[in-house]
């Protein structure tokens, strides 16, 4: 059922029970290669069915149940699953599943205890192409997916990774595609391929070009395609003569060459949500890094205290004058409330990093959640600032200027104020980062 076009291939339309594939026509030799795949899959419905597969098999695939391939293949299939077979809600998914040409695919199960690696994401109706690359390099299978939110092409995200994956030396590389009781648009815009080679090892020179006889005969079959797919769209405007000329009721036809050429006022919304979502999405990130690394300073400053505590305890008996035992290992205490503070704020940033990469809206108590957050680790840093003031002015003699014990030297970390302050600012963007949402969804709500 595939329909074959000047910039794409459709490997299924959207009407039920529909199987396609594209294989090459010749094995490739690569030993370690990497494959880029565009593709789109569109449709009306919330649910989609059934989905794509990306194929390596040893020998060049044929028509059957497992997405439009056929079964028991020797080699690996990545699956973009849009159908929740299992109904465990955990669909759209992408699988990794190998095979030695005697496992028999578990469909009704999506695969889950034949999975070598996989990972949740929403691959349906995204506004840009999503992109796929997929390593082979030294028996190590590596799955990158761009989510289709952005223009950026190289805005990749890891998402399964399989050691000690042995394939095939030599096989087919093949796309397909099938539908069910739903359906979906599955369309490949690109399919590129590369050969990987080791440092210092001379890459093998490519064959000569394309024999004239094998010229003629590709552009014979292109045009045999091109003359199905006219006779295919003049019997669809035979039979539906009420929807000719009406752009995007003719399902069964390629995509139109005017269609998205002008965007409408609704698309035009749709963008800039997704656009704004993509922004936020940025910042999270760049907020968890961040705090990666204060949590990294506080680390060190925690150790450095502890171990100079054990070397004094251990050389010098307790002076008067000096920090007692007790007195240093309780502010060493209420740093390591800081650091598991800190900690939980950034547990809290990256679930909100997860919420916007799945497009999903922010919750009131969890907006109220992240700010407690922020109030207890102020309050934490008074408490430990007020601990050490009681403890210098309580064991130094009167009259004398009070002063801080020297520490051994490490390296430099952020200081209470900045840190305050670097709270503070986050609060902020917090808060405006809540009325900012508030307000797309309310905008939002005149389009759904």
């Known amino acids: 059922d595939a329909i074959?076009?000047?910039?794409?291939?459709?490997?299924?339309?959207?009407?039920?029970?529909?199987?396609g594939s594209v294989w090459t026509k010749t094995k490739s030799i690569f030993e370690y290669w990497e494959v880029e795949v565009t593709f789109r899959v569109t449709g009306r419905g919330r649910i989609g069915a059934d989905g794509l597969a990306i194929w390596y098999t040893e020998e060049q695939g044929l028509e059957g149940p497992v997405f439009g391939a056929a079964d028991k293949w020797n080699g690996v299939g990545?699956?973009?699953?849009?159908?929740?077979?299992?109904?465990?809600?955990?669909?759209?998914?992408v699988v990794v599943v190998g095979n030695n040409g005697n496992l028999l695919y578990d469909h009704q199960n999506d695969g889950s205890s034949q999975a070598l690696a996989s990972?949740?994401?929403?691959?349906r109706n995204k506004p840009y192409p999503v992109r796929a690359r997929i390593t082979y390099y030294q028996k190590t299978l590596t799955v990158l997916i761009n989510n289709g939110f952005t223009p950026d092409k190289d805005d990749y995200e890891l998402c399964a990774k399989v050691d000690n994956m042995v394939l095939p030396p030599q096989g087919y590389f093949g796309i397909s595609a099938a539908t069910g009781g739903l359906a979906d648009d599955h369309d490949v815009?690109?399919?590129?391929?590369?050969?990987?080679?080791?440092?210092?090892?001379?890459?093998?020179?490519?064959?000569?070009?394309?024999?004239?006889?094998?010229?003629?005969?590709?552009q014979k079959e292109f045009e045999h395609f091109q003359q199905e797919l006219d006779k295919k769209k003049e019997e669809f405007q035979k039979e539906h003569p009420d929807v000719q000329g009406q752009p995007g009721k003719a399902t069964c036809t390629s995509v139109l060459p005017a269609e998205g050429v002008f965007e409408s006022v609704s698309d035009r919304e749709l963008r800039q949500i997704f656009e704004g979502q993509n922004r936020i999405h940025l910042e999270i990130k760049q907020l968890n890094r961040q705090l990666d690394m204060i949590l990294d300073e506080q680390r060190r400053y925690v150790s450095a205290v502890t171990e100079e505590v054990a070397k004094r305890g251990a050389v010098l008996p307790a002076q008067p004058g000096q920090f007692s035992q007790q007195e240093i290992e309780t502010v060493v205490k209420n740093q390591e409330?800081?650091?598991?503070?800190?900690?939980?704020?950034?547990?809290?940033?990256?679930?909100?990093l997860r919420s916007i990469s799945g497009a999903q809206h922010p919750s009131a108590a969890g907006a109220y959640e992240t700010t407690q957050h922020f109030n207890d680790i102020k309050e934490h840093l008074h408490l430990v600032k007020r601990d050490i003031?009681?403890?210098?002015?309580?064991?130094?003699?009167?009259?004398?200027?009070?002063?801080?014990?020297?520490?051994?030297?490490?390296?430099?970390?952020?200081?209470?104020?900045?840190?305050?302050?670097?709270?503070?600012?986050?609060t902020v963007l917090f808060i405006g980062y809540i009325m900012y949402k508030s307000q797309q969804e309310a905008a939002a709500k005149k389009f759904f």
């Open 119 to 123: 990972c949740q994401r929403d691959f």
């Open 189 to 218: 815009l690109s399919f590129l391929t590369f050969q990987l080679t080791e440092p210092g090892k001379e890459a093998p020179k490519p064959d000569a070009e394309i024999p004239q006889k094998d010229k003629e005969k590709y």
């Open 389 to 426: 003031e009681h403890l210098a002015q309580r064991n130094m003699p009167s009259g004398e200027k009070p002063k801080c014990p020297e520490l051994p030297p490490f390296p430099s970390c952020l200081s209470t104020v900045h840190f305050v302050v670097f709270v503070a600012v986050q």
């Open 4 to 19: 074959p076009s000047a910039d794409q291939i459709r490997i299924t339309t959207s009407l039920k029970s529909q199987k």
């Open 78 to 93: 990545i699956f973009f699953d849009s159908f929740d077979n299992d109904g465990k809600k955990n669909n759209p998914v």
């Open 337 to 352: 409330d800081v650091i598991r503070q800190v900690n939980e704020l950034r547990n809290s940033v990256a679930d909100a």
